[in-house]
């Protein structure tokens, strides 16, 4: 996915580390990136979860490191569209994949009777139903 950036270049969208206050590493976030200025910013659609990921952390928080794509699905879609090892699956393919994952384990947390781990499990097909268009877009 690309859009064009303010000194006339291409944006591309690339998998970067966000260093929030010093002590935390957030990886695998995407980010619009030029290659021409260097010129840097939040893919728009994954903006508002890392903020509340970085609120939850709080002013002052603990040395750690996060993966983003682990919190996110657009971000774990990128992030495996990216990979070397899947590079022989069409992007269709890898949504299709992480979907039956998630049924999967929506299925096993229903069954298990958890309302959070359901919730949550919830709130990660719903992300992938959000933005499957912009999914299917990356490679195009």
């Known amino acids: 996915m690309q859009k064009p950036c303010a000194c006339g270049h291409v944006m591309s969208v690339k998998l970067r580390t966000v260093i929030y206050s010093k002590s935390v590493e ?3 976030v995407p980010v619009y990136s030029c290659e021409a200025c260097k010129h840097s ?9 890392l903020k509340q990921c970085i609120e939850g952390l709080g002013s002052a928080p603990a040395k750690q490191v996060l993966q983003f794509n682990e919190l996110n ?5 990128i992030y495996v ?4 090892e899947y590079i022989h ?3 269709r ?3 299709e994949e992480r979907i039956n994952q998630l049924l999967d384990l929506l299925l096993i947390s229903q069954s298990a009777g958890d309302v959070a781990w359901t919730a949550e499990i ?3 097909l719903a992300q992938i139903s959000r933005h499957a ?4 877009d990356l490679i195009g």
């Open 26 to 28: 957030i990886e695998h």
């Open 133 to 136: 268009v912009k999914a299917n």
């Open 81 to 84: 569209v990216s990979d070397k």
């Open 89 to 91: 699956l069409t992007v």
């Open 73 to 77: 699905e657009l971000a774990h879609i």
């Open 41 to 49: 910013e939040i893919f728009q659609e994954v903006k508002e979860e």
């Open 122 to 124: 919830r709130s990660r």
């Open 93 to 95: 393919d890898i949504v």
